[in-house]
């Protein structure tokens, strides 16, 4: 069974590498299974058919629906604008601004291609303004968005629950230390590379409209803008507050965020009328959609694993290799961060989380610190070249080329996100701090 599964693996990349749909690339490896592996398609549809219907599956399409709203109803240029209040007064403060507003909207969103969406249009030609080139504002943009994934809450960390059966709630806390590592070292390595490569009297520019000295007019714009600013920023507030409070599960948590946005688009900031909202449910509903396809397929062919025991397998070959679980770890990455090039993380999470953590749970691996494991090293692959999912659509936000960006992406992986995964895989406190502190 463990040739037809190479096999399976291998047909599955030779049709991503040509670029072929996501949906039809499981759905032919899915084929592939059920033909040469003699697996029983009336059950395995059964089976399918009642995952799908799961309450908890629900909250990727609501937290999409949430990301088409938060770009067209006015809440994140209001979030943009009270957050540069705080960090106008440094050199190299837009880069910060949209860090942290990639942060936020995270924290709302739990998607990475929603900070894309709403900060890049609106922040990519504020940089160039400042001087900027638009390959270093496109991959700002673009590195900053993988937070949606590390900051609860987050779309891939509530499929990695279903999928496991790990506490969700646990799941968010654990990479909640990577993430704001990741936004402190995008900072610097931002703040520094500002002070380097921009003209002196950026300096001025950036920090014009937030003297320190204001006279009364200038106080109450100031004012007008935190006021604005105020209904985005409960929404954090209420979604995490509403699930580590036992108000509400992750999937109500999506729902009330997406009535609390429609609400605060329509009637407070008057943004989203008839036209915009009709684009938002069509556009989220072609999404969501594709989406859903992919996900059967991909919870299909895992399962086809799982039946076949290809886990237990793989546990047997490795404990008889080695019996390192820094090697492992080690291994288990590299495979992640090849996936996370190719496929988007929820997709990588279906097909992996069932396979790798019977085999790290051997070697002594917590299964909420595999959680925080599992999304770094799947949002690192989002915007690694040559095959960076995340980073090609922040290309087509940015209209940058691939030689602008490349550059840029590499300093910030190498200086930022790299040392990071390198601490969330090797030192567990990191990530299981929090945790622990809850009782997870």
């Given at each position: ?18 670029g ?26 059964l089976?399918g ?18 990301g ?48 894309i969406?709403?900060?890049?249009p ?84 950036a ?38 409070g ?23 900031y ?8 009709y ?9 969501i ?9 991909c ?22 290799i080695?019996e ?43 299964p ?27 290309m ?6 691939f ?29 299981m ?8």
């Amino acid at each position: 069974m463990l040739t037809i599964f190479a096999l399976n693996i291998l047909l599955l990349f030779a049709l991503l590498l040509i670029g072929t749909p996501l949906p039809y690339c499981f759905g032919a490896a899915l084929i592939f299974m059920v033909i040469f592996a003699d697996i029983p398609i009336n059950s395995l549809m059964l089976w399918g058919f009642n995952q799908m219907i799961g309450p908890v599956l629900l909250a990727g399409p609501l937290f999409i629906l949430v990301g088409s709203v938060i770009a067209e109803s006015g809440i994140a240029p209001r979030l943009l604008n009270a957050v540069n209040l705080l960090v106008g007064k440094i050199k190299g403060a837009i880069g910060v601004l949209v860090v942290m507003a990639c942060g936020l909207l995270g924290a709302i969103s739990g998607s990475s291609f929603t900070g894309i969406a709403a900060v890049g249009p609106i922040m990519i030609p504020q940089m160039m303004a400042q001087g900027y080139t638009r390959g270093y504002a496109t991959s700002l943009v673009s590195v900053s968005s993988i937070l949606g994934v590390l900051i609860p809450p987050s779309v891939p960390l509530i499929i990695y629950g279903w999928v496991t059966g790990t506490s969700v709630l646990g799941s968010f806390l654990a990479t909640v230390g990577p993430g704001i590592l990741v936004m402190i070292l995008f900072s610097i390595v931002n703040v520094v590379y500002s002070r380097k490569a921009l003209p002196a009297n950026i300096e001025v520019a950036a920090a014009i409209e937030n003297k320190i000295e204001m006279d009364p007019i200038e106080k109450k714009k100031n004012l007008k803008v935190i006021l604005g600013a105020i209904p985005g920023f409960l929404m954090p507030v209420i979604i995490l507050g509403g699930i580590y409070g036992g108000v509400f599960t992750p999937t109500e948590a999506a729902a009330v965020a997406g009535v609390f946005a429609m609400i605060i688009g329509i009637a407070v900031y008057r943004e989203l009328g008839r036209v915009k909202l009709y684009k938002v449910f069509k556009e989220s509903t072609s999404s969501i959609g594709a989406i859903m396809a992919m996900i059967l397929f991909c919870l299909l062919l895992a399962q086809t694993y799982v039946q076949l025991k290809i886990p237990q397998q793989l546990i047997e070959i490795f404990m008889g290799i080695t019996e390192s679980k820094a090697v492992i770890l080690i291994l288990v990455s590299l495979f992640l961060l090849f996936v996370g090039m190719i496929v988007n993380d929820t997709t990588a999470i279906i097909l992996c989380a069932p396979l790798l953590l019977p085999l790290v749970v051997q070697y002594g691996v917590d299964p909420i610190h595999f959680a925080a494991i599992m999304c770094v090293n799947l949002a690192m692959g989002g915007v690694t070249p040559p095959y960076a999912s995340v980073l090609y659509f922040g290309m087509r936000v940015g209209k940058a080329k691939f030689s602008e960006v490349l550059k840029p992406t590499f300093m910030f992986i190498l200086f930022a996100y790299l040392p990071v995964l390198i601490l969330t895989v090797a030192w567990e406190p990191l990530s299981m701090f929090l945790p622990r502190l809850f009782g997870y």
